[in-house]
């Protein structure tokens, strides 16, 4: 009868290690997630109130797009790279979509690409700018 409480134990004490380090890698996991979407809510937001004290851009809306490879060529040298980076993986921003009520002006579309593109050292191809949907306009 001992022998059997011996090797229930063996089995046992292995699972429960292995539990124990799954739950402490999810929990740790998660945690940094939080802190990586709390960083790209705030430069987001930096970013949209930036914009839209631009003449003519109004209400403004930005998103990130994040990928774990770096953008090819001499996309490298994106201005958030560095900053919204994590220690276990690298988050690059490799583009950027911009809602805003003022976007349906070819001129203030234009002033916004440039703007952006300049101010995030990215590509204008990597940014795409459209129109804010105005409420009132519906029927």
């Known amino acids: ?61 930005v998103y990130f797009h994040y990928d774990n490879q770096p953008p090819k060529g001499n996309d490298t040298d994106n201005l958030l790279n560095g900053y919204l980076s994590s220690s276990e993986t690298e988050k690059y921003v490799t583009g950027l979509l911009v809602v805003s009520e003022g976007a349906s002006n070819p001129t203030i579309k234009r002033q916004l690409l440039e703007t952006i593109s300049r101010v995030m050292e990215m590509p204008t191809h990597r940014i795409m700018i459209v129109p804010m949907e105005n409420k009132g306009d519906e029927q």
């Open 1 to 61: 009868m001992e022998n059997k409480w011996k090797k229930q134990k063996l089995i046992f004490i292995p699972i429960a290690v292995l539990v124990f380090i799954a739950y402490i890698s999810v929990t740790w996991n998660d945690s940094t997630g939080t802190k990586q979407s709390t960083i790209s809510s705030t430069e987001e937001a930096r970013l949209e109130q930036a914009l839209s004290q631009i003449q003519g851009v109004g209400l403004v809306k």
